[in-house]
């Protein structure tokens, strides 16, 4: 039926007066969770009879309602396009009732798209003014997605602080109360007890049950899994996920099918299933990628990552890395701001002027971060944080302190009173003697008003300091724990020569600094780590076969461009198949090692060599015409001829190798043609008795 014929009452009372839209507002909200398309009809009819008949109310919520469609329906960017056109129009007419609801509109959406910043920005407007026109439903509404948004943020215990306070201080509905209740599951999943975590989730399916409520079914089998797989009840998880999984793709519930998914993949890993894992997860990130849900894209491409490394499948691991840091510059705007709105809910009343001024120092710290995450020298993560640090906190000296596990080591970076300061020691030395040490091996805060008098609740004697340091001048400090994925990278502090210059927010500010730094130095050692194994064969530390092809391109192309010869000599150990079946593999790996070492001895400063294979290998001679080439794998061959190799257990061997020369010439219209050129002449070698140059 058309829109305008099935409501001809309610229609003609809007025209009279558009406070009537009330009608629709409940209308539309009925059909929003059980009839995504009966939903559109009145949006779109709305719509449509707003602009015949000017009504700017009535348009504004329907362009909210049209926001609501496509979040729904996972068009997350017209959703937001729909929400600020919905607030513009609230915000023109001066209508605060709906200026908050567009508000939460914003923050629902910016936060599904893991864009925080923005989500909490929206959350603080609608609070505001909820408050002020006391519309405490909206404001509960508020208050749930803000505490929602924290989860996502993964900061579960502020999460935890809102929606406690919010069953002391409000009459929540049944809808809110079941919401508030899968929220504390969720928290108790990941930071508390998880039976208490499936005693909430068995709460709100009662009171769905009890008021007749439409839930969604997905989110509970998922919580549910998500409880079941941390009590290592593994085959009752698997079962929950697999429900949470049918259920939203019976509702069309994109984005919570993937998010069900992704929990699955994360138990696949727990019992060992890597490969159903990655193949779980990949289906998941097409499905994201199509829809722009790059908030649970970045956290799929992480793990990817990690599961690739498990399996030392290094150059899918730096694929996944790499996806997972352009994804992460993409979001770091909003995503790195997640501590930018702290609410105070205290006796229901907010503090806004103190959130203003928190959000400016968010600002800064958000600005701060960004540079420190981009930045992979620590010596320039200092000089920037110490160009800004008087900003947020009051401070003489700024410090960071690098713990290397492998190595047992601590390197102290320090800044301040115009000096520079560094020292590495043996961290094993220092343990409880350093103030670092103490926070380092006990993941604690240290705060200090008076360093000389407070010091023994820490550590039994008085700490050293670094040279250069006067710690009698020194009278507050904090120190606080670099952590990341529940490992210690290090600690980081400011002093002042000032007695009782810290509190607890400038503990907190501290905190988000060191967490910026944790992510920077994490990242910096992981992507060397990856980059370095891709980059080299880790038995010969040679170049690997596809670093030395694509140097061998460019060296192509630039001897191409400016007419400069050069060469390519394959090289390939003579019977070294029999070397593999009579010694064993262990064995013939110690000898490739062996050979490898003898042929970087063998060749020229200036040129390149790979593994090009098992026991082959490909020779850049960068300036080096067939001439120079040869006599380069002639000495090659030589001193592997003249050579006696020990592989272990008084197992001692000779070996030879046949070599084929190339210089790139105008036949070769590829650097592949030049390889195999190369290849060919090595083939001639081997087919010669071997042990040649060709």
Not at 194 to 219: F, G, P, V, W
Request: net charge negative; aromatic share 10%.
């Amino acid at each position: 039926m058309d829109f305008q014929l099935k409501y001809v009452k309610e229609l003609a009372s809007l025209k009279e007066n558009e406070d009537n839209i009330e009608i629709f507002r409940k209308e539309a909200m009925k059909y929003l969770s059980s009839n995504l398309e009966e939903f559109k009809k009145i949006s779109d009819g709305l719509m449509i009879f707003s602009e015949e008949n000017k009504l700017y109310k009535v348009n504004a919520w329907a362009y909210y309602y049209q926001g609501w469609y496509n979040f729904d329906t996972t068009h997350y960017d017209k959703a937001v396009t729909s929400f600020l056109k919905s607030y513009e129009i609230f915000n023109n007419i001066v209508d605060k009732e709906g200026i908050v609801y567009a508000c939460n509109g914003l923050t629902n959406v910016y936060c599904q798209i893991g864009q925080l910043n923005l989500a909490n920005e929206w959350g603080l407007k609608g609070i505001t003014i909820a408050e002020e026109i006391n519309n405490k439903s909206a404001l509960i509404t508020l208050l749930l997605n803000t505490g929602i948004n924290y989860i996502q943020m993964q900061h579960f215990d502020k999460a935890k602080e809102i929606f406690n306070s919010m069953e002391l201080m409000y009459d929540l509905s049944d809808q809110q109360r079941v919401a508030c209740l899968l929220a504390m599951a969720e928290i108790e999943i990941h930071i508390g007890d998880s039976m208490k975590s499936l005693s909430y989730i068995e709460e709100a399916s009662k009171a769905e049950e009890k008021s007749h409520l439409i839930t969604d079914m997905s989110e509970i089998h998922k919580l549910k899994g998500m409880a079941y797989k941390k009590l290592m009840e593994y085959d009752i998880a698997e079962n929950e996920f697999v429900m949470a999984c049918n259920y939203a793709e019976q509702q069309n519930l994109t984005y919570e099918r993937c998010s069900a998914m992704v929990e699955w993949a994360n138990l696949c890993v727990n019992v060992g299933r890597k490969q159903e894992a990655i193949e779980k997860l990949n289906e998941v990130a097409y499905i994201c990628s199509s829809k722009d849900i790059n908030v649970l894209l970045k956290e799929i491409y992480f793990k990817l990552y990690k599961i690739y490394k498990e399996l030392k499948l290094i150059e899918n691991a730096l694929e996944f890395l790499e996806k997972y840091k352009l994804i992460d510059d993409e979001m770091y705007n909003y995503e790195q701001n997640q501590l930018i709105a702290k609410v105070s809910i205290k006796n229901a009343r907010r503090e806004v002027e103190q959130y203003k001024s928190l959000y400016d120092r968010t600002e800064l710290l958000s600005t701060i971060g960004q540079k420190i995450i981009s930045n992979l020298n620590i010596n320039s993560i200092i000089d920037i944080i110490n160009d800004e640090i008087n900003k947020l906190i009051e401070t003489d000296y700024f410090g960071i302190a690098v713990y290397d596990k492998e190595k047992d080591q601590i390197s102290y970076h320090f800044a301040g009173m115009d000096e520079k300061l560094f020292e590495t020691v043996q961290f094993s030395k220092v343990d409880y003697s350093t103030f670092a040490g103490y926070c380092i091996k006990t993941k604690r805060d240290i705060i200090l008003g008076n360093v000389s008098k407070e010091y023994k609740k820490f550590t039994s004697v008085f700490p050293r300091s670094l040279d250069g340091i006067d710690e009698s001048k020194l009278k507050s400090m904090i120190y606080t724990p670099m952590i990341i994925n529940d490992k210690v990278v290090g600690a980081m502090t400011v002093q002042s020569m000032k007695e009782n210059s810290y509190d607890k927010n400038d503990l907190n500010m501290l905190k988000i600094l060191a967490n910026y730094t944790a992510i920077a130095i994490e990242n910096a050692i992981s992507y060397k780590k990856v980059e370095e194994i891709a980059t080299y064969d880790q038995l010969t530390r040679f170049l690997s076969k596809h670093e030395i092809v694509k140097l061998g391109k460019l060296i192509y192309d630039k001897c191409k461009d400016n007419k400069i010869k050069f060469s390519a000599v394959m090289i390939d150990v003579d019977n070294f198949k029999i070397i593999n079946d009579t010694y064993g593999h262990i064995y013939g790996d110690k000898a490739i090692s062996l050979l490898s070492e003898t042929i970087t001895k063998s060749i020229r400063n200036t040129d390149y060599i790979g593994r090009y294979g098992g026991d082959e290998f490909l020779l850049i001679c960068p300036d080096a015409g067939e001439h120079e080439a040869f006599e380069v794998a002639e000495r090659i061959r030589k001193n592997v001829e003249n050579s006696i190799f020990s592989i272990g257990e008084g197992i001692n061997m000779s070996l030879t190798i046949s070599l084929g020369v190339h210089q790139c010439s105008d036949c070769d219209s590829s650097f592949d043609d030049v390889i195999n050129r190369a290849d060919k002449n090595l083939y001639y070698a081997k087919g010669s008795n071997k042990n040649k140059v060709v």
